[in-house]
């Protein structure tokens, strides 16, 4: 909103935004960056929708796009072709964790995190002590850091908690960043695929290997495999019926994928640094 809205709306009266203003904010990043041009408008229309309520405005929404900025801006597929998040063949996942488990550092311990947990980066990144319970094996996710909006427990697996257990707890953060009290970026990990020749890969595409895997090697329900990547299970009518969200039978499958990855946090893993005074 402020880099691409407020210059071109912020100091106007709700009642007075027109399509021409809304064009004037959308079309110089629509082709160039699609998707930021997409959530743009999208906001725009929440914040124009939320005027109407509240008597500030009436009329047609200058920010709809069904029948509106539809009939003279191109769909995001057309202006750029959607990419997958490259993903790393399942076949290929126990070396490369080998490798990753001799990377230095808080980002290589995230991204291993990340992979052994199914979890999306910014849930991983994000993630707390105080979201960890070691002795239980469980990691909640509170529902405000999750893509559904609900609270997602995710059972670890004992490489994980072994992984987590190894730690330095340098404040709130599992992995934190090099600013005090910030977690570690998405190009901290990215940083680390490219340091380990693998640039084409993306974080979030160990998602698809671990449904891969679960898919082709495993006789785990479907269900069990999406409740694991935290996706949501059939309609409405189906959600409100299923009360339970599969934990044990999720981390029977989450022990396996570990098993798979061939995840060993004590051989080979170097340490993230010394404390003054102690051994490692």
Request: aromatic content about 6%; proline content about 5%; charged content about 20%.
């Amino acid at each position: 909103m402020a880099a691409y809205v407020y210059p071109h709306l912020g100091a106007m009266p709700v009642a007075e935004v027109a399509t021409q203003q809304v064009l004037a904010c959308l079309e110089p990043i629509w082709r160039v960056k699609p998707e930021t041009a997409s959530r743009v408008r999208g906001r725009i229309e929440a914040v124009l929708n939320a005027a109407k309520v509240r008597g500030l405005r009436s009329g047609d929404n200058p920010a709809q796009w069904r029948g509106h900025l539809a009939l003279v801006l191109p769909t995001k597929t057309k202006v750029r072709r959607i990419k997958h998040h490259a993903a790393l063949p399942y076949g290929e996942l126990p070396a490369f964790m080998a490798a990753l488990r001799s990377q230095p550092g808080f980002a290589a311990r995230a991204l291993e995190f990340a992979i052994l947990t199914g979890a999306r980066t910014n849930e991983a990144l994000g993630a707390t002590w105080s979201e960890i319970d070691l002795v239980a094996g469980t990691w909640v996710v509170p529902a405000e850091r999750m893509k559904a909006h609900r609270e997602h427990r995710v059972p670890l697996s004992d490489a994980a908690v072994e992984l987590l257990a190894g730690l330095l707890r340098e404040g709130d953060y599992l992995f934190p960043g090099a600013k005090a009290g910030q977690p570690l970026s998405n190009m901290a990990l990215l940083m680390t695929l490219r340091r380990m020749g693998r640039g084409c890969l993306t974080a979030h595409g160990f998602r698809s290997t671990f449904r891969d895997w679960a898919a082709e090697t495993t006789a785990h329900p479907g269900d069990v495999v999406e409740m694991a990547l935290a996706h949501t299970i059939g309609s409405q009518v189906e959600a409100a019926y299923r009360r339970g969200d599969l934990f044990e039978k999720r981390r029977r499958l989450m022990q396996e994928w570990a098993a798979f990855c061939g995840t060993s946090c004590g051989e080979n893993v170097v340490p993230l640094r010394k404390r003054r005074g102690a051994s490692l």
